[in-house]
């Protein structure tokens, strides 16, 4: 069973920045491609970014590209999200989600962190 672990959610202003982290519990991912995700109060959950096993390949939806940046250090076994030039409409809750290779899909998912972004 893997578990994921977010952290590094907060408040924060407009214009500001957080990273935010996301790390296994007892097992590796290293391998795997792995992706951030987030949800709004009313909102249906969006895929936000996401990189590939050796970071080779990385995806971004259109609302955040140049403002936010993923990345991971396999060494760490950990996947961060960089987020710059908050905006309100980035308030969400914000998860990690391991990729299910040949799928398409994730199989497992942390809990969230909450992102505030006060304007």
């Known amino acids: 069973q893997v578990q994921l672990v977010e952290s590094g959610g907060g408040l924060v202003q407009a214009g500001g920045s957080l990273r935010l982290t996301c790390a296994p519990s007892?097992?590796?991912?290293?391998?795997?491609?792995v992706g951030w995700f987030r949800q709004a109060p009313g909102k249906e959950r969006e895929f936000v970014a996401g990189?590939?096993?050796?970071?080779?390949?990385?995806y971004y939806h259109d609302s955040v590209k140049g403002r936010f940046t993923i990345s991971r250090d396999n060494g760490k076994n950990t996947v961060y999200l960089q987020m710059n030039s908050l905006k309100s409409e980035d308030t969400a809750v914000y998860y990690c989600?391991?990729?299910?290779?040949?799928?398409?899909?994730?199989?497992?998912w942390g809990q969230g962190t909450q992102v505030t972004v006060s304007s």
């Open positions: 990189i590939s096993w050796s970071a080779g390949n990385i």
């Open positions: 007892g097992h590796t991912f290293s391998s795997y491609a």
């Open positions: 989600a391991k990729d299910l290779p040949g799928f398409g899909a994730y199989d497992y």
